[in-house]
Structure formats: C-alpha cells, structure tokens
C-alpha cells in the first residue's frame, strides 16, 4: 500500500501488481475521491489499484494501513 498527497488529504492506494514501480516524489494522476477498484497514472503507465479511503492527515493516512 501506497500514502499518496493531493489538494484534498492523503489517499491510501493498495497496489494490484507491479508495486515496486511508484516511487517517493512520483507525480500520478487519479480521481482521490474514488473508493474500490480504480487506476492511477504516472506519465503514460497505468497502473490498476484499489482506493482505500482518504484522510485529512499523512499520519492518520499512515495509521489506517498499519490497521488494515
């Protein structure tokens, strides 16, 4: 699982493949809001995901994957 930071919170991501491929400081691309099934871009990669959630703190974004 991946913390992610956009203009509205932190969005907790659970790769589905390829989960070595984002790094810290990547720019990706996807509607944060979405909850279940879902892709984020990076450039022209897409990448399939499942959106956890979003959280109004990187810490509290944190703390859900370590409950999860």
Do not use: K, P
């Amino acid at each position: 699982m991946i913390v992610v930071a956009s203009d509205d919170g932190f969005a907790v991501v659970e790769m589905l493949g390829n989960e070595g491929q984002i790094e810290v400081g990547d720019v990706l691309r996807a509607d944060w809001s979405e909850l279940g099934g879902g892709e984020i871009r990076r450039g022209a990669e897409v990448f399939d995901v499942y959106f956890q959630g979003a959280w109004g703190t990187a810490q509290a974004a944190v703390d859900s994957t370590r409950a999860m």
